[in-house]
């Protein structure tokens, strides 16, 4: 059911922008002044970008989250793993008799 929402989604972004570009087709340009560079695109090209540039934001922040949180699962693990030892080797002096002191 999620998997079908998403799609649903994506093919109404889609067709949004479709008809943004159909609308849209006058050219824009945005020159970056310090620079003498000038870009200049239709209005749904830079409507396009904006939208890609948001993505690849997002991608890279739901990584950079991942990533802290394999960081956690693993320190876990290795936590996990020091205390199953500490556990069989108390077992394992349980059935030892205690040393005199």
């Known amino acids: 059911m999620i998997t079908l929402l998403k799609w649903l989604i994506i093919l109404l972004f889609s067709l ?4 943004l570009a159909v609308v849209n087709r006058h050219a824009m340009s945005i020159s970056l002044y310090p620079l003498p560079y000038e870009i200049g695109l239709p209005t749904y090209g830079f409507a ?5 540039c948001g993505f690849v ?6 990584g950079l989250r991942r ?3 394999s960081l956690k699962l693993h320190s876990s693990r290795k936590r996990v793993e020091a205390l199953e030892n500490e556990i069989a080797g108390l077992r394992q002096s349980v059935g030892k008799p205690l040393p005199k002191a």
Do not use: R, W, Y
């Not at 949004?16 to 008809?19: C, D, G, M, S, T």
């Open 16 to 19: 949004l922008l479709i008809a």
């Open 48 to 52: 396009a970008l904006f939208f890609l």
């Open 57 to 62: 934001m997002a991608a890279l922040a739901g």
């Open 67 to 69: 990533s802290g949180q």
